[in-house]
């Protein structure tokens, strides 16, 4: 019994800044990576960010310099604070947990739209 509770997704303008939270709850082992997703209409899910149980991270290239992933692992919680943002940034962003037993639990997504 794993739940993942996506927030922070709304509409801004172009070169706004939003920040979404992703908290897990409930039968928590020990997290080894966390990470954002995203989904536009008519493409595939890609991956946005990621960071490993170690610290390190990872950014598609479309977005480095402009997000920051960070995590809380106390509070089960991952963050991504995307600035600078563009219209092409527009999707449905989703969370993902990946336990150490290599187990994924996502979340539901949220929406983010970027106007021009």
């Known amino acids: 019994q794993v739940r993942l509770v996506e927030s922070g997704g709304g509409l801004v303008q172009a070169g706004g800044s939003l920040r979404l939270s992703c908290t897990a709850s409930g039968s928590i082992f020990s997290i080894n990576s966390m990470g954002w997703y995203r989904q536009a209409p008519g493409k595939q899910r890609e991956l946005v960010a990621a960071i490993t149980n170690g610290g390190s991270t990872n950014y598609a290239d479309s977005v480095k310099g402009r997000f920051t992933i960070s995590r809380d692992n106390a509070k089960n919680t991952v963050l991504l604070q995307m600035s600078s943002l563009k219209p092409e940034d527009t999707a449905v962003y989703y969370c993902?947990?990946?336990?150490?037993?290599?187990?994924?639990?996502w979340g539901q997504g949220t929406q983010v739209t970027v106007s021009s």
């Open positions: 993902k947990i990946t336990f150490v037993t290599y187990r994924d639990y």
